[in-house]
């Protein structure tokens, strides 16, 4: 059985302040939620704090990205071994924001992941098409081509601690959220290609969705076979709205509508 795996990334939102502020409200909200693994990817400089707000806690901490090399003269960057010595467990990798933006390619992304996974961190690897190459009929082939290319240095024996996170980025910060029939095709998708990559441990992998994740519709998302949670980004912003995403069994139960 794979457990759910809710994730907060905040991208470059909140100061410590702001994020010591979330970690008090949200612990009452999500106090009796036992099936759901939590985790927070808060900005760099909130780690250390957050780290030790949630010692103890049911909340795990995670990291946006990290740097492969150990030490070094890498100005700007973040060793995994800084990340494991704030308290992480879990690394965000290969957002499309960090492809896009920063330049970041599968193979330099595939370095990273071997570094997490030797620190004994998790990955939580973004893969994703753009709506240009779904409009062209390229989804599956972007998504093979970045899942064998980021995961070319994976130790396969760690297989079953990755995550994956299906982010399409058409859906991303724009309100527009795949349907969960289209999400689950992918998401199947993906995991054929973990079993050619893996065998039988894609069965342990989890597989989150990310894009436009709100309350409203995280049940029926979630209630999709190969759809084993959610990777959050404006949403995971507020205590309410991201514990209302943790509770989403409720909502399907209709409890709260
Ligand atoms: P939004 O939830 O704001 O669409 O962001 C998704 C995301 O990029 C999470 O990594």
């Given at each position: 059985m794979r457990v759910v795996l809710i994730a907060a990334n905040w991208k470059m939102h909140k100061t410590v302040a702001e994020t010591l502020d979330f970690a008090r409200a949200l612990a009452p909200l999500v106090r009796?939620?036992?099936?759901v693994e939590i985790a927070i990817a808060p900005p760099f400089t909130a780690l250390a704090a957050l780290g030790a707000a949630l010692r103890g806690s049911r909340v795990a901490l995670a990291a946006q990205n990290a740097h492969?090399?150990?030490?070094?003269?890498?100005?700007g960057e973040i060793s995994v071994a800084m990340l494991a010595d704030v308290g992480c467990t879990y690394v965000i990798l290969g957002h499309s924001e960090r492809r896009a933006l920063?330049?970041?390619t599968d193979a330099f992304i595939a370095r990273k992941l071997r570094a997490v996974q030797a620190a004994g961190l998790r990955p939580i690897l973004c893969v994703g098409e753009s709506l240009a190459e779904r409009e062209a009929g390229r989804t599956f082939g972007v998504l093979r081509a970045q899942l064998e290319g980021s995961l070319a240095e994976a130790e396969a024996a760690r297989a079953a601690e990755l995550v994956v996170a299906y982010e399409p980025v058409w859906a991303i910060g724009t309100g527009k959220t795949a349907t969960p029939e289209l999400a689950q095709e992918a998401h199947a998708f993906v995991r054929a290609r973990l079993a050619d990559r893996f065998g039988a441990s894609a069965q342990s992998i989890r597989i989150q969705y990310g894009g436009s994740v709100k309350p409203e519709n995280a049940a029926e998302l979630m209630a999709?076979?190969?759809?084993?949670g959610a990777l959050v980004?404006?949403?995971?912003?507020?205590p309410l709205g991201f514990s209302a995403i943790i509770r989403f069994r409720e909502r399907r139960a209709g409890v709260s509508g």
């Open positions: 009796d939620v036992s099936d492969f090399e150990a030490k070094g003269a890498f100005t920063f330049g970041e999709q076979p190969d759809i084993d980004g404006g949403a995971s912003l507020d």
